[in-house]
């Protein structure tokens, strides 16, 4: 049965945001500041460039594959099942990353208020959301709506508060945050906007919306562009302000919740409690959908056949949740938070992310440019730019997230010539399906 087609443009940039969350940048604000050496606004902007070029091949491809809407599902359909396989073994390092790094940050945030052992907090968030996920709780959309709008105007008394606290007290040039010649390197920017572009992680989720919108043939594209850059603007300034506040960016309390403590110096400890409160509500809520998704995404390879079936198509006959799925995420995020830093956990869940994206712009080039014969520039320009984009950045990575995904992937491929039938099987539909989705566009 087709789904029902209701959604508008506006509804899907709705959509993005919340996924996206308004408070994106605020958890990786201290390590990015360290990084890129205090230029956490200009990291932010060049990750936002990689990420609109991007996202127009992502609006294209959702044309040819309405009823696919991912990297995975683009890149098989156009360079084969190996290929596809191996960007989707880079997802599913996306997918196992999110709530180990939620975890992780969960942890310290946690530790501010009740100051316990970190390895306590660990363990309580990563049975917290094991157990909520085994017994099937999920936030409603109407829950994270509200959630959404509630961070928003936290957010927003937030940054009235931090503009007060500038315009009483002494502050640095307004351009410091985006250029100070002191500290300025373009090697280090890179690196923190290779961590940055965190912030943006799930703008590509609209484009699974394909089959529930009004007009996908141009809603899609809109919207997801349209999410980007409404997302960049935001950071931008949660970050500018926040640099404006805090300019010392070798010191913070802790790295990993320094935005706390920004918020600290300028309103006090109300405004502390307050902001860490809220990171915590919505990375607790991040941690519980992304194990689920990786839950899913699992359960999806085990079905088929990508993975063993036995362990991995398992769903609870009770909660018709994939119970297996959630204990293997819980006990990977419990022993990854454990064993790896924050910033080492986003930087590989972004050398999976980047490697999904490169893909996905020369899956454009490769459909529309070589194999439609496009020559309008508004088909050539964003993915070949985006590819050399997202390759600079994926490059700009430390050298031990980069050794650590490229091991990931090796075990990937190796894995992949004992499945060859299972990653070619439904390869034919896939083309089939970008036909129909080719003539849907010309019509």
């Known amino acids: 049965m087709p789904l029902r087609r209701s959604l508008t443009f506006w509804d899907l940039v709705f959509f993005g945001i919340i996924v996206i969350q308004p408070t994106a940048p605020m958890p990786l604000f201290g390590v990015v500041s360290q990084e890129a050496r205090g230029h956490v606004v200009t990291a932010v902007l060049m990750a936002m460039i990689a990420m609109l070029l991007t996202a127009f091949s992502y609006g294209r491809m959702a044309r040819v594959y309405p009823s696919a809407g991912s990297a995975y599902a683009y890149v098989r359909g156009e360079f084969g099942p190996f290929a596809g396989y191996l960007v989707g073994w880079g997802i599913l390092l996306d997918y196992l990353l999110n709530p180990l790094i939620c975890t992780i940050w969960c942890s310290k945030a946690a530790a501010n208020v009740i100051p316990l052992p970190y390895i306590v907090w660990a363990v309580f968030f990563a049975f917290l959301f094991t157990g909520l996920n085994l017994r099937g709780i999920q936030a409603s959309a109407r829950t994270n709506r509200l959630l959404t709008i509630s961070m928003s105007v936290v957010v927003a008394y937030m940054l009235a508060v931090m503009v007060r606290y500038l315009l009483a007290a002494a502050h640095p040039s307004l351009l410091t945050p985006i250029y100070d010649p002191a500290h300025f390197s373009l090697a280090a920017v890179s690196t923190g906007t290779s961590i940055a572009a965190l912030t943006y992680i799930g703008f590509d989720s609209i484009s699974t919306l394909s089959e529930e919108a009004r007009n996908p043939q141009r809603d899609i594209l809109r919207a997801t562009v349209a999410t980007c850059l409404l997302t960049g603007v935001i950071a931008a300034i949660e970050v500018y302000v926040a640099q404006l506040v805090w300019p010392d960016f070798a010191h913070f309390p802790d790295i990993d919740t320094a935005y706390s403590f ?96 490169t893909g996905v712009n020369a899956s454009a080039f490769l459909h529309y440019v070589v194999r439609k014969g496009e020559r309008a520039w508004t088909y050539i320009v964003p993915p070949v730019l985006g590819c050399a984009v997202c390759i600079y950045i994926w490059s700009s990575l430390r050298w031990q997230a980069k050794l650590a995904g490229l091991i990931w992937l090796t075990i990937g491929a190796a894995y992949a010539l004992f499945i060859r039938k299972a990653i070619n099987a439904d390869t034919r539909a896939l083309v089939g399906q970008a036909g129909e989705g080719t003539r849907e566009t010309d019509s």
């Open 262 to 357: 920004v918020a600290q110096r300028a309103g006090g400890r109300f405004l502390f409690h307050l902001v860490n409160g809220m990171l915590l509500v919505a990375t607790v809520g991040s941690g519980m959908g992304s194990q689920l998704g990786v839950a899913r995404l699992l359960f999806g390879m085990g079905r088929d056949g990508a993975l063993p079936r036995r362990l991995f198509a398992h769903i609870d006959a009770k909660t018709k949740v994939p119970s297996y799925n959630v204990l293997f995420s819980g006990a990977v995020a419990l022993a990854g938070s454990l064993l790896i830093s924050y910033q080492l956990g986003a930087e590989l869940l972004n050398f999976g992310a980047f490697l999904a994206f």
